[in-house]
């Protein structure tokens, strides 16, 4: 069984001392774009954005085949991240696939939810099934990866929300608790009563292994301890002001388990295949995308008063160098990973890098001008389509 204990070692020994020890100077690594090459991508994308306002709310199967056609069409000509040179046909038809059974399965488990919520748990299972082909793996969209991907705009829009009282969230992640302990609780609302049957979708899964069972229900009890220490992140509820060392910590540990648990599904729960090497890259690659999400949501979280280590920076200085270092961990984290499958290894780099660079152009605003000048050259797009 993966512990609490060796969670903590490996991210407070491990981990945190690796991200002191990565430079703060702008690195030397970054891909650099033509003008030509930017121009080409900025049409690209328009013509993307183009076709998403034109597509139909409930498509036909004869409208779903044309709009794959010219995605096809699109993507032979993608020049960003270069997807048709790391996936084969068969590995884009297997997530083209999972991807609209995940869509048709969230719809059916609440068709209430907004198209950001569906987002939201998309993005999960998308991480998840990166991870899975790591592996050398098929992907299958089946009840625990549903479930857990739908906790995340459930259980994380809930605990974030700002002004939900700290009673209702202590009530709230009570029943979560109860719920994977096995222990008896009737909900109290609709949204209690789904979230529930979110988490036993998960654990009905494993109801025939026993022991993986106990696997996966004290792994998500250490995710809501984490999601229960980010509260304090939220001014409003934090009983002291968070050092910066507090703060890191609490990024560390949420986002690793956050991933770990990806990686986890991505094996079925087979305890006995963990390596530590991949543990500790599942740890690394949660906390980089724990980052990567406080650098996106910068502006939203200045407005909760939200402490991350991005809106605690006094200068726009002190924010370019947790970027520059961000920048060189993920390098150093994933050019270190050696994975079964290594076919997508360089597209996980380069994508990681660029969602960075990409979260710096789009909060313009918070850094110096001086920085984004520097950053320019390794944008796929000219700087003002970030805006």
């Known amino acids: 069984m993966i512990t609490k204990e060796q969670l903590y070692t490996v991210c407070f020994e491990q981990m945190i001392p690796k991200w002191h020890s990565m430079p703060d100077t702008f690195p030397d690594f970054l891909q650099v774009y033509s003008q030509e090459e930017k121009c080409f991508n900025e049409k690209f994308i328009l013509e993307l954005r183009r076709m998403q306002k034109e597509l139909p709310q409930n498509p036909s199967e004869e409208q779903k085949k044309e709009i794959r056609r010219k995605m096809n069409e699109l993507l032979e000509e993608e020049q960003i991240l270069h997807i048709r040179e790391h996936f084969s046909k068969e590995l884009l038809e297997e997530f083209e696939e999972n991807i609209e059974t995940f869509i048709e399965k969230v719809k059916a488990f609440d068709e209430t939810l907004s198209m950001e919520s569906i987002w939201q748990a998309m993005r999960n299972y998308l991480i998840y099934g990166m991870i899975v082909n790591l592996q050398g793996r098929s992907q299958n969209c089946h009840d625990p990866i549903l479930g857990y991907s739908l906790l995340y705009p459930y259980t994380d829009n809930y605990i974030d ?45 494993y109801s025939d292994d026993r022991k993986k069972q106990k696997e996966v229900s004290s792994l998500l009890l250490l995710m809501l301890e984490a999601q229960e220490m980010s509260i304090l992140q939220i001014h409003r509820f934090g009983r002291k002001k968070l050092t910066i060392e507090e703060i890191l910590r609490i990024s560390t540990y949420k986002g690793g388990i956050s991933v770990l648990l990806d990686y986890m599904f991505s094996i079925d729960f087979d305890i006995s295949s963990v390596t530590e090497e991949e543990r500790y890259f599942y740890l690394c690659f949660g ?39 961000l ?13 079964k499958n290594p076919k997508l290894h360089t597209f996980m780099l380069q994508n990681c890098e660029l969602m960075l660079l990409a979260a710096v152009a789009k909060n313009q605003k918070y850094f110096s001008k001086s920085y984004l000048e520097k950053i320019e050259p390794h944008l796929p797009m000219p700087l003002g389509c970030f805006c």
Request: proline residues 2%; charged residues 30%; positive net charge.
């Open 161 to 205: 929300e700002f002004h939900r009282k700290n009673t209702d969230k202590s009530s709230y992640n009570n029943l979560i608790r109860k719920t994977l302990l096995n222990e008896e609780i009737s909900p109290k609302n609709a949204y209690e009563a789904k979230t529930k049957q979110l988490l036993n979708l998960v654990l009905n899964y």
């Open 287 to 325: 906390l980089i995308l724990q980052l990567a999400d406080d650098l996106q949501d910068i502006a939203e979280d200045t407005k909760k008063h939200s402490k991350t280590l991005i809106t605690t920076c006094n200068h726009k200085k002190e924010r370019e160098a947790i970027v520059n270092r």
């Open 327 to 339: 920048l060189h961990f993920t390098q150093e984290s994933i050019s270190e990973f050696a994975p």
